[in-house]
């Protein structure tokens, strides 16, 4: 189960995540986002607090995501990284991939 918010802040995608992130939900994601960058998103943050459990698939939609971004000459950042996710972001290395904040507001703040 995975519940997904796109909300635009100064004209940056905020996109909250919530639940599981894996094979049974990452299509879901991966289209909420790839729907942001067309819509002309160069910074999106995923705001993460929320999110219980990561996968592979889970991790492979998030770096999509971020490759779609970066190829508009935007940002990935990521908001509220906690407990397990952070550990699975830490152990797969996608850590140093992505500029990580506090919340949406320490993110919103760097992105200006």
């Given at each position: ?6 909300t ?8 909250r995540?919530?639940?599981r ?6 299509n879901e994601?991966e ?6 960058v ?11 607090s929320?999110?219980?459990?990561v996968?592979?698939?889970g991790?492979?939609v998030?770096?999509s ?5 970066q190829?508009?000459?935007?940002t ?7 407990g397990?996710?952070?550990e ?6 996608f ?16 992105a200006?």
């Amino acid at each position: 189960m995975i519940q997904i918010e796109s909300t635009i802040k100064n004209d940056v995608t905020v996109v909250r995540v919530t639940g599981r992130l894996d094979a049974a939900t990452s299509n879901e994601f991966e289209q909420a986002c790839a729907s942001a960058v067309s819509a002309g998103a160069h910074t999106l943050i995923l705001e993460v607090s929320q999110l219980r459990y990561v996968s592979s698939a889970g991790l492979r939609v998030v770096l999509s995501a971020a490759k779609a971004v970066q190829g508009k000459g935007g940002t990935l950042r990521v908001a509220g990284l906690g407990g397990m996710v952070r550990e699975v972001f830490e152990i797969s290395g996608f850590s140093g991939l992505f500029p990580q904040h506090e919340s949406v507001e320490a993110a919103l703040a760097a992105a200006e």
